[in-house]
């Protein structure tokens, strides 16, 4: 088994696909309508994708992290290049954090489009 997909709701679905795709070149595998009249942007690789989610409707604010049963913490990445997605995510204006290097791989984290979490992994 492997892990296909993540749903992630968004206030804009286009804009955090693009801002994704430079960082990590990824590709759009699909986008189009969706429920409750919403717009759904797929992004990632041939494996596995986010389903980036835009409702119609203005949105709430989100359940904290790590303290809400169900809430999303963060999303892990595995790269080959530590040091080149972290210019790239500085280059798209995020601010990377929370540097490790530990077993079994060097990581850092930077809050994203929306303010999700991304743990950007290397186990080269």
């Known amino acids: 088994m492997k892990l296909e997909h993540v749903n992630i709701t968004v206030s804009d679905a286009k804009a955090s696909a693009e801002a994704l795709m430079d960082?990590?070149?990824?590709h759009i595998r699909w986008e189009g309508a969706s429920m409750d009249e919403g717009y759904t942007v797929h992004v990632g690789d041939r494996e596995s994708y986010l389903a980036l989610y835009s409702p119609a409707k203005a949105l709430?604010?989100?359940?904290?992290?790590?303290?809400e049963q169900g809430a999303l913490n963060h999303?892990?990445?595995v790269v080959n290049d530590l040091k080149a997605v972290e210019a790239k995510v500085l280059a798209a204006g995020f601010k990377p954090h929370s540097h490790y290097d530990y077993e079994p791989g060097e990581r850092?984290?930077?809050d994203g489009p929306?303010?999700?979490e991304y743990e950007?992994?290397?186990?080269a």
């Open 120 to 123: 950007v992994v290397s186990y």
């Open 108 to 110: 850092f984290y930077f």
């Open 23 to 26: 960082i990590f070149d990824w």
């Open 60 to 67: 709430g604010q989100a359940s904290e992290k790590y303290t």
């Open 75 to 77: 999303v892990g990445v």
């Open 114 to 116: 929306d303010g999700v």
